[in-house]
C-alpha cells in the first residue's frame, strides 16, 4: 500500500503478549516458550512484557527457574483480574522480582470502590488501572487515578478493555473517543486490552444510520491519538476510529517525526493481545511495517 513507513520507534514495545488470556488461554509453560521465540525474532523489539495473572505466577516462576534459562531476564507484567484482592496480586509480584529469569516491569489491577487497588502503588511499578466504561462513571474513575497519581513512586495508567465481554459489546467508537480524550486531559497515560487483534477497524452499515463498531483497529487508535494531540474534538477522534480506510490512516502516522512518535507513545504506552504477531502481520500487508522474518 505505501512506500513509506512509519517510524519503527512507533511500534516498539507496543504488543503486550497475552497469550495465557482467553481468547488465547495458552498453557504457561507453552506461552513462556513461545515468548521466548519471539524474543529471538524479528518483531522482538516491538513486543511487551508476558502478561501473567496472579493464579499463574507461581507456574511461571516454576517454568522461569527451570532448564533453558540462559537468557536475559523476561519482562513480565503482573495483572490482578476483577474480583482478586490486591494482597494476592502484591505476593505474586514479590514473588517473581525474586528470579532471576524474570522482570517484573508492572502490575495490573481493576478500579475498585473501596480504593485498595491502591496498594498496589508501594511497589514502586507502573500500575495500569482498568477503569469502566460507562461514561456515567468514567470521569470519576479517572478523577480517582489522577488523585491517586503524584502519590505513586512509578506512573498510573489508565486501562480501557476494547473488546467485547459477556456484559457488554464492543465499546464504540464515541466511548472510545471519550475515554482517551478524557485520559488526556487528566494527564493520564493509557493502555489498552483486549479486542485489538487488527490493524484496521472494521464497521457494518445499519440502515441510514452511522456505522456500527464491529471491531476497533490499531491504526485507527494511532490515527486518533495524532488528531487528539492535534486539538480534535470527540466527534473527530470516533469518526477516525471508525475510518477503514488504510492510506488515509498510514499516510498520517508515515509523516510523524521522532518527538512526535515520542509524545504519542507517552500518551499510548500499550496494548494486550493474546495473538502478539497478527496485528503486525496486518501492518506488514499494509506496507506500514518492515517485513522481518521470525523463527519457527
Partial sequence: MSTRTPPRSLFRALVDDAAVFPPGDAPVPVAWAEHLRLRRGGYADLLGPLLVGTAHAQELARVAAGPG???????????????VPVQE???????LRGLDAVRVVSVEVTLDEDGSSRHALPLVLPVPVEVDRDPATLPGALDELRSAAPT?????????????????????????????SAAQARDLPVKLTGGLHHALARTSAEGHGRPTLQRHGLLNVLAALVHL???????????????????????????LDEPSVARLRHRFRSFGCCGVTDPLDELVGLGLLAAVPVPR
Wanted: hydrophobic share 45%; charged share 20%; proline share 6%.
Fill in 69 to 83: 534459562g540462559d537468557h536475559a531476564p523476561v519482562d513480565v507484567a503482573v495483572v490482578a483480574r476483577a474480583g
Fill in 152 to 180: 505513586a513512586a512509578a506512573p498510573v495508567l489508565a486501562k480501557l478493555r476494547t473488546q467485547a465481554t459477556a456484559e457488554h459489546p464492543v465499546p464504540t467508537a464515541v466511548e472510545l473517543a471519550g475515554f482517551l
Fill in 229 to 255: 494531540h492535534g486539538g480534535a474534538d470527540e466527534q473527530t477522534l470516533a469518526d477516525v476510529l471508525t475510518d477503514e480506510d488504510p492510506a488515509r490512516l498510514g499516510g498520517l502516522l508515515t509523516s
Fill in 89 to 95: 496480586l502484591v505476593t505474586a509480584a514479590t514473588r
